[in-house]
């Protein structure tokens, strides 16, 4: 333990103490919940050891099986589904009005070969040639 955490920790240190009794309680809450869900899950024919689950008073049956999706359910994701498909919609809108067009303008271009050496200009000219 020392490795990972740097601190060194005695046999006597009361960590230990309280680690132990932790897991004593642990046990003894987990041996309980235990006892109490095989008093629920003992059929009603068989004599039972110990006295069976009874359900405290205006308790609800648990369901079992239901419908994959409520009819609520239903209509709040068809309405996520079409908030999601009109942004998206408005997005690539805002996206055709205000973008630029991709590339310089062929007069800006022509204009700046202009300024160029014969050299450079010859090399440039070159490099836009291929596809």
Do not use: C
Request: hydrophobic share 50%; net charge neutral.
């Amino acid at each position: 333990m020392f490795e990972k955490t740097g601190i060194k920790v005695d046999v006597d240190d009361p960590i230990f103490a309280l680690v132990a009794l932790n897991e004593a309680v642990l046990e003894e809450a987990v041996e309980r919940h235990l006892a109490r869900l095989d008093g629920a899950r003992a059929p009603a024919a068989a004599p039972a050891t110990g006295p069976a689950y009874v359900p405290p008073p205006g308790a609800r049956p648990i369901p079992t099986s239901h419908e994959p999706f409520s009819r609520r359910e239903l209509r709040l994701l068809a309405a996520a589904a079409g908030v999601a498909v009109l942004t998206a919609a408005l997005v690539l809108i805002g996206q055709a009005i205000f973008s630029k067009p991709a590339g310089i303008p062929p007069a800006k271009l022509e204009r700046a070969l202009q300024t160029l050496d014969a050299k450079s200009r010859a090399a440039v000219e070159a490099e836009l040639a291929k596809p």
